[in-house]
């Protein structure tokens, strides 16, 4: 049985938390602080001073989380934790529910759904209740995580729907009431979905006094992990289990809660002192992740949020560089600056996996992916999916894919599917029946045929055939979602606005190619592999949500600029700008040795082509001595030192500077598109080349690094 030495083994702060024993506490865990060496020490510190194993709870929110905090607890007591209850909310909840089964609803024995049983009770009820689906409404998935998300919110489902789903008013009423008979059935049947346990765990706790003393007295030791992240259900539970003895210790960042649309409630965790009156808070602020420069810009984000417990973590780490910021003119210059430092990086001796590129919502990455592609550096992609994976890319790209070859037998499958009453088979013989004549386009809009599904199929090949004859790319790509735009909204009822935003920035990126064929030759990326999430060799690309938890050396935050980080402010509440502001604290702690912020002057925009834009309102808020401007060299990571100036640098100066005697013909190497020649000499500054790969690029030679062949 090993003897800790926790004074040796603990900074002051961690070994305090470690050392509390009665009473309720908070222990405000700041980023890289060791917030899980506190759980795992104060584990073994209770067993060690003879409570019984059986009488600690232990809550996370991944069962992973659980079990690994159990075995270190073993690994270094010596001791057996095996007796300690440690798992997630909703698998506590089931136990206790299984245990007091007699004094709630389900009286004869509780059954868990999985989604699948979900789904399907669910479509049952939808085929009850409309004998044909509203077009529009939500279908069986998605009325899933509609439910969910609704109990989860600690309100009226009626607040919650108005508050998450405004685009589905119309529809309130009847979701209301299905959601009521939903709920009604699995009673009925003793069958409780996956939210059910939290709702009816909390809700014994607080009808019944008998229960809720029983656990108190069971559980007379409760830890909770990442007690920002709790939902108004689950802190219920807790206040409600741990009202008799009050010995229960939070550990979480109030900076770091930003899950507010899984239902994630950042009141919680500022309102644990008032909830638990005379709760010791303890603060971690010695950071073992990053360096100093790196955490004074991270501590300048926080320092401006209304409401928080306010520190200032401390670097354990000596050195260190201040973050660098480029001023991008667009996205596209974005894209290639961000890949061109990973590919310095590479160079420099780090690894692909070492390298994250952060950014705050999935469709920002799409002129990155691109350009990463053409450049030959692989990347993984986490939240969000790359763009040719997404089911509404794919459907728009087969559209546009007809224009270009409308002998596309895969193409046309997709799109026919999509029409009500066109399975595969039905599907396969249109496409043969088209791909046989010699305009495929105007085959379809004058298609023979009298059965159900004709006209819709007559209306997709005329849609196509006008598209055809658009004079421009976007006059094309108009044609293609005036057609798509109800499939959009039938198909993904839940979230369809946010996939029309994804498609709007796809129309702004097909507004800057001259020709449909490059457009889709450039979208063309690589298919991802399987278990991609875990590959190595490859470059990180994550939303922010999704890097939460996780590190690299070298970090790229991308398009900091108002409307995208953060999006749009107009009709959001100040809760989450705050929220927003929360997020972009997240991406910054992320990063060990070297942050990037690239901020672009200008964004495409659907109909409006570029338009300039602010930099974002949190990277003002960062005093311009705690940060660097890109120099514009290309010194190596390992030794080179950016030159300091003052932020903001000149807009859009990279230092390329202007290449001069180029001549029609001449072959020339640009580090993104790779080798071309020379097709055209616009003026001093311009010039068009051909590259072999990427097409034709018109070049601004003050930005552009040509170099000679």
């Known amino acids: 049985m090993r003897s800790i030495d926790y004074e040796s083994e603990l900074n002051p702060e961690q070994l305090e938390a470690v050392e509390h024993e009665l009473g309720p506490a908070l222990v405000i865990a700041g980023a890289g602080s060791g917030k899980t060496r506190i759980l795992v020490y104060r584990l073994a510190r209770l067993m060690e001073k003879g409570i019984a194993p059986e009488n600690i709870l232990l809550l996370t929110f991944t069962r992973k989380a659980a079990s690994t905090m159990l075995e270190r607890a073993r690994e270094l007591t010596g001791r057996d934790a095996g007796g300690v209850v440690g798992g997630t909310f909703h698998a506590f909840a089931y136990s206790m529910l299984r245990r007091y089964v007699s004094r709630t609803p389900y009286r004869n024995g509780?059954?868990?759904?999985?989604?699948?049983?979900?789904?399907a009770l669910i479509n049952m009820l939808l085929k009850e209740a409309f004998p044909s689906l509203p077009k529009g409404f939500p279908r069986p998935q998605a009325l899933a995580s509609l439910f969910g998300r609704v109990k989860s919110f600690g309100q009226?489902?009626?607040?919650?729907?108005k508050r998450f789903y405004p685009h589905l008013s119309g529809f309130h009423g009847?979701?209301?009431?299905l959601l009521e008979r939903y709920d009604s059935y699995k009673v009925s049947q003793g069958l409780a979905d996956y939210d059910d346990l939290l709702v009816h765990w909390r809700d014994l706790l607080a009808t019944e006094k008998e229960v809720a003393e029983q656990v108190a007295d069971r559980f007379q030791f409760v830890m909770v992990d990442e007690y920002q992240d709790t939902n108004a259900?689950?802190?219920?539970?807790?206040?409600?289990?741990?009202?008799?003895h009050r010995n229960v210790m939070a550990v979480g960042d109030d900076a770091q809660s930003i899950y507010s649309f899984r239902g994630a409630d950042f009141r919680n965790i500022v309102d644990f002192p008032r909830l638990f009156p005379g709760a010791k808070v303890i603060t971690l602020v010695r950071n073992y992740r990053a360096t100093q420069p790196i955490l004074d810009c991270t501590n300048a984000i926080i320092a401006c949020a209304k409401e928080k417990f306010s520190k200032e973590l401390l670097a354990q780490r000596k050195g260190g560089r201040p973050p660098i910021v480029y001023f991008a003119r667009d996205e596209e210059d974005q894209a290639g600056f961000v890949t061109a430092r990973i590919a310095d990086a590479l160079g420099a001796g780090f690894r692909p996996e070492d390298i994250a590129v952060l950014f705050?919502?999935?469709?920002h990455s799409?002129?990155?992916e691109s350009c990463l592609q053409r450049a030959g550096i692989a990347f993984v992609k986490r939240g969000g999916m790359r763009l040719l994976e997404a089911a509404h890319v794919k459907d728009l790209l087969s559209f546009l894919r007809l224009l270009a070859n409308p002998w596309d037998k895969l193409g046309w499958h997709r799109l026919l599917t999509l029409l009500d009453g066109v399975g595969p088979?039905?599907?396969s013989r249109i496409a043969d029946q088209v791909c046989a004549e010699d305009d495929p386009l105007r085959a379809l809009a004058e298609y023979p045929s009298k059965a159900r599904w004709a006209a819709s199929v007559r209306e997709l090949g005329g849609a196509l055939d006008n598209a055809a004859g658009s004079a421009s790319l976007p006059a094309a790509f108009d044609g293609a979602m005036a057609w798509y735009h109800p499939f959009l909204v039938d198909r993904f009822p839940l979230d369809h606005p946010r996939r029309r935003q994804e498609l709007e920035q796809l129309a702004a990126i097909a507004g800057r190619y001259q020709d449909l064929e490059t457009f889709l030759?450039?979208?063309a990326l690589e298919p991802p592999e399987n278990g991609q999430e875990e590959q190595s060799g490859a470059v990180t690309l994550s939303t922010v949500h999704s890097a939460k938890g996780l590190e690299w050396k070298i970090v790229f935050i991308i398009s900091m600029c108002e409307g995208r980080f953060p999006p749009s402010p107009r009709g959001r509440e100040e809760a989450d700008m705050e929220e927003e502001r929360r997020l972009f604290y997240v991406a910054t702690t992320r990063v060990m040795d070297q942050l990037f912020l690239v901020v672009p002057e200008s964004v495409s925009v659907p109909g409006g082509g570029a338009i300039p834009v602010s930099p974002s309102r949190f990277f003002e808020e960062i005093p311009p001595h705690l940060l660097t401007a890109w120099a514009g060299d290309n010194r190596s990571f390992a030794s080179g030192k950016p030159s300091r100036r003052s932020v903001p640098p000149q807009p859009g100066q990279t230092g390329g500077g202007p290449s001069s005697g180029l001549t029609p013909g001449q072959r020339v190497r640009h580090p993104i598109f790779g080798p071309g020649v020379v097709a055209q000499v616009l003026s001093s500054k311009k010039v068009k080349v051909a590259f072999d790969c990427g097409g034709v690029k018109t070049l601004h030679l003050d930005y552009a690094r040509l170099s000679r062949l």
């Open 521 to 523: 030759t450039d979208m």
């Open 425 to 427: 088979k039905t599907a």
């Open 233 to 244: 259900v689950q802190a219920d539970m807790i206040s409600l289990m741990c009202s008799p």
């Open 366 to 368: 799409f002129r990155l």
């Open 156 to 161: 009226a489902p009626e607040e919650a729907l």
């Open 110 to 119: 509780i059954s868990v759904m999985d989604r699948a049983d979900t789904q």
């Open 174 to 177: 009847e979701i209301l009431s």
């Open 360 to 363: 705050r919502a999935s469709f």
